[in-house]
């Protein structure tokens, strides 16, 4: 009997029951109820030639990982959505309900079945550019290598833009070359002497274009920037990846009326509204191990309103927070920042305004 | 409660479901035959025979070792080493070779060979044998260490007397003699240096069989607080067990019975204001077991307040508007509290357990700000 195992002759594809340690049974499973969830809260990293190191979208891939989702989750560091839920309403929430993270968790302790019928376990479709053809696409001029020995960089290059006039950016939108590696990139626009975050980008975001009629103004002499966070998983350690990855540049017709001007506020610099103004987002830049982040405005009248808190934030996954419904604010209004965290370390705010 | 709890691990011993991943792997050690039974996975013995639980008659199945990481089970490596996802040290499990068909899931053999349905060839795939078995063997309290490995039991089998047994993943005993380890009496945190000082601490060495380590801790007050400290990696961090002890240990292996069923069922009133108070009613038992330290028993009335609490949620809509996104923090807040509870009781860490408590607590008082 044993003969026929003899060494080497089982091929054995590893997988496991995730060393199952609290005896609660669950009566969640993989096919009903935990695939929907990863579908839409996790697919767009976790699937195969994602960002992420292991793809979660079928029960074979995803039911390994058990001990490892039930850390990540109830440390609120997947999936990567750091606002409270109690402070502002934003566009393309990515966190998980109290039900979906229960579900998770329950089914990750409770032996992680797999059900019956399997759903249809293809990842939904990622399109190329959801926000349409763009009006210009930035590429790299060359692929940037990061070889077998690196297994993290942040590169940064300057797209000349050739404009003959200005224009009035609509929407930005990013396409990593490579997914696997590339973490995050941020948009900066670069004149006068000054350099300015537009936008980031980190996978599974859903582009986001201006309210119709409003733009942003780009100068003639205005040069783009692209800072790339490049990292690899632990699956492409010492091995060699190349990426060219792409900006997409959305533009206006014509000077669309109302233009988007982005200002910086810290905990030590607040910033006070000269006129009227609609607030449309937040977005935070973190370094190091902070607590919490907390953006609010306090109106002439001295009431106050928080916009948004981060609970956690990772700086890994810088996002731009675009509020459901803009906040009309007075002149004389000051937007500020508070957070509870290490010294040395300030949170920047960049507060996306429209007057 | 303990009655509760042993409930509990029966009715959840699952057969687990053997998928195969992308990573093949081939092992050097050669796979063997060893007895198992169908309902009791756990149970692996070399000859045939029957279930020491249910008596079930046990089928064949292959077993090889591998070494794998106790949070990252797609790891199997063929040697110790480090886990290369999270870099912990790696341990030795037994996995379970199945074969299966590709096309037909069910059908499912411990040998080689084809599919009755389809003829094609099975395809091998291994599973870890599932542990499920926080029952402790000794009489006291039974606590899972921070690696997600090792496991130990404190007893307090007589005045003055502290045992730690230890076990690994699979409740299998392992020698004494490789651990080190102190019994903390009394310590201060010093809120400056945030540093714990001890001031009575009494090394725990172990017995000559290896069977435990052991202190005298002096006096033979009832009840015990005792904090264990043991380094379970040679140049590791000490891990701290918060035991107390409100009699002395019995020495006697809690008996399973094979027919006990499932736990009770949780009876959620039906509207929100009766949620809440069901939700405020559990909060006064976890205090009340957070407070006497008996933590391996939080986890019952802490997870019936988030079962409340996910039942809250779908009055949230009904519920004034201003007050909506607040409860909708407080119900995730709950139910992250109190999975945390349960993993922090599970570690026996006190200091873990009241954080997490406290977001417990604060959740509670939330909702209850709402629903009167
Ligand atoms: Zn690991």
């Known amino acids: 009997m044993r003969a026929s195992f003899g060494l080497g002759l089982v091929v054995v594809a590893v997988a496991s029951t995730a060393f199952a340690h609290k005896p609660t049974v669950t009566t969640f499973t993989y096919n009903h109820d935990i695939f929907p969830i990863f579908e839409a809260k996790c697919g767009s990293c976790h699937r195969s030639g994602g960002v992420a190191p292991m793809s979660l979208l079928t029960y074979k891939e995803a039911f390994p990982w058990g001990v490892s989702i039930k850390n990540e989750v109830l440390d609120l560091a997947m999936p990567p959505w750091f606002a409270d839920e109690r402070y502002g309403e934003f566009k393309h929430g990515a966190g998980l309900s109290a039900k979906e993270m229960d579900t998770i968790v329950d089914w990750c302790l409770g032996g992680s079945p797999e059900g019956e019928t399997p759903v249809g376990t293809s990842p939904s479709s990622y399109v190329n550019w959801p926000l349409g053809e763009p009006e210009l696409i930035l590429m790299m001029p060359s692929p940037m290598v990061l070889d077998a020995a690196t297994s993290e960089t942040i590169q940064e290059l300057t797209f000349e833009t050739g404009l003959a006039e200005p224009v009035y950016l609509r929407a930005l939108d990013f396409q990593p070359g490579a997914p696997n590696i590339v973490r995050s990139a941020t948009i900066t626009i670069r004149f006068g002497g000054r350099k300015q975050t537009i936008a980031t980008w980190i996978p599974g975001q859903t582009p986001e274009a201006l309210p119709e009629g409003r733009g942003r103004l780009i100068p003639v002499e205005a040069e783009v920037g692209l800072e790339l966070h490049y990292k690899k998983t632990w699956l492409d350690e010492g091995s060699s990846v190349e990426d060219r990855s792409a900006v997409a540049i959305y533009l206006h017709d014509e000077d669309p009326g109302q233009l988007v001007e982005t200002v910086e506020v810290t905990s030590t610099s607040a910033h006070t509204l000269e006129a009227d103004a609609e607030l449309v987002a937040l977005l935070p830049r973190v370094d190091g191990d902070i607590e919490a982040v907390v953006a609010e405005v306090v109106r002439p009248d001295g009431s106050r309103e928080r916009l948004l808190r981060l609970y956690h934030p990772n700086s890994e996954w810088p996002r731009k927070y675009w509020l459901v419904k803009p906040i009309a604010l007075p002149a004389g209004s000051r937007v500020e920042v508070t957070a509870t965290a290490p010294e040395g370390a300030t949170p920047v705010v960049l507060v996306d305004l429209i007057s | ?372």
């Open chain 2, 1 to 372: 409660m303990k009655t509760a709890r042993i409930v509990m691990f029966l009715a959840f011993a699952t057969v687990q479901a053997l998928p195969a991943t992308a990573k093949p792997q081939q092992h050097e050690s050669a796979p063997t035959l060893a007895w198992t039974c169908p309902l009791h996975r756990e149970v692996t013995e070399s000859e045939e025979g029957q279930c020491p639980i249910c008596e079930r008659s046990l089928v064949p199945t292959l077993v090889q070792q591998a070494w794998s990481c106790p949070i990252h089970a797609v790891v199997s490596e063929d040697a110790a080493g480090a886990c290369p996802i999270c870099q912990r040290d790696l341990y030795l499990i037994t996995e379970e070779i199945r074969f299966a068909c590709p096309m037909h899931p069910e059908e499912t053999s411990h040998e080689e060979g084809e599919c009755s349905i389809c003829h094609m060839a099975l395809v091998a795939s291994t599973s870890t044998r599932p542990h499920q078995d926080h029952n402790p063997k000794h009489g006291g309290m039974f606590f899972m260490a921070p690696d997600n490995w090792h496991h130990l039991e404190g007893t307090y089998p007589e005045g003055g007397v502290f045992r730690a047994y230890l076990f690994n993943n699979f409740s299998e005993p392992m020698n004494a003699k490789d651990f080190k380890g102190r019994a903390v009496l009394k310590e201060v945190f010093d809120t400056e240096t945030k540093q714990t000082r001890e001031l009575v601490a009494y090394p725990l060495l172990a017995s000559a069989d290896g069977a435990y380590l052991e202190a005298y801790v002096g006096s033979d007050t009832l009840p015990r607080e005792i904090t264990a400290k043991v380094q379970f990696e040679r140049n590791g961090k000490f891990e701290r067990f918060d035991f107390i002890f409100a009699e002395l240990s019995e020495d006697l292996e809690v008996v399973t019975d094979a027919t006990a069923v499932s736990s009770g069922e949780l009876t959620v009133p039906e509207n929100p204001n009766g949620i809440a108070r069901a939700i405020a009613d559990r909060n006064v038992l976890v205090r009340e077991l957070v407070t006497s330290g008996a933590m391996t028993e939080i986890y019952l009335p802490a997870l019936e307040a988030k079962d409340l609490a996910v039942a809250l949620e779908s009055h949230i809509e009904a519920s004034p508007l201003e007050t909506r996104q607040e409860l909708q923090w407080a119900v995730k807040q709950l139910v992250r509290a109190a999975w945390l509870l349960d993993d922090y009781g599970d570690l026996g860490n006190r200091e873990k357990v009241y954080a997490a408590y406290d977001m417990f607590d604060e959740a509670v008082e939330t909702i209850q700000s709402v629903f009167r």
